[in-house]
Nanobody, 114 residues
Framework: QVHLVESGGGLVQPGGSLTLSCAASGFPFSMYPIQWYRQAPGKERQFVAQIKDFEKIYTVSVNGRFTISRENAKSTAYLQMNELKPEDTAVYYC?????????WGQGTQVTVSS
């Protein structure tokens, strides 16, 4: 059974940093791309970043500020977030797509506010 657990969210001031983690189990982690998405109140869930083996893709609004990475030996993905802005406030989710089915964690809240 696929299981994704996000952690590391919290309250941070503008300009601050946070690192999110996504602990995975129930599937061969190293074989699948991992995505991070976020959902702000009243808005649709939005793609943030993806990592395959070494290829990384970011949405324009976070490019240069966020870094996605993975540690296959620990079945864990990370999202390092720097220079955080109030508009980054959202629930952040990790995601995999396996055979056309999307799997999601429960999400972790990130709030950027002074």
């Amino acid at each position: 059974q696929v299981h994704l657990v996000e952690s590391g969210g919290g309250l941070v001031q503008p300009g601050g940093s946070l690192t999110l983690s996504c602990a995975a189990s129930g599937f061969p982690f190293s074989m699948y791309p991992i995505q991070w998405y976020r959902q702000a109140p009243g808005k649709e869930r939005q793609f943030v970043a993806q990592i395959k083996d070494f290829e990384k893709i970011y949405t324009v609004s976070v490019n240069g500020r966020f870094t996605i990475s993975r540690e296959n030996a620990k079945s864990t993905a990370y999202l390092q977030m720097n220079e955080l802005k109030p508009e980054d406030t959202a629930v952040y989710y990790c995601n995999i797509n396996m055979l056309g089915i999307d799997y999601w964690g429960q999400g972790t809240q990130v709030t950027v506010s002074s």
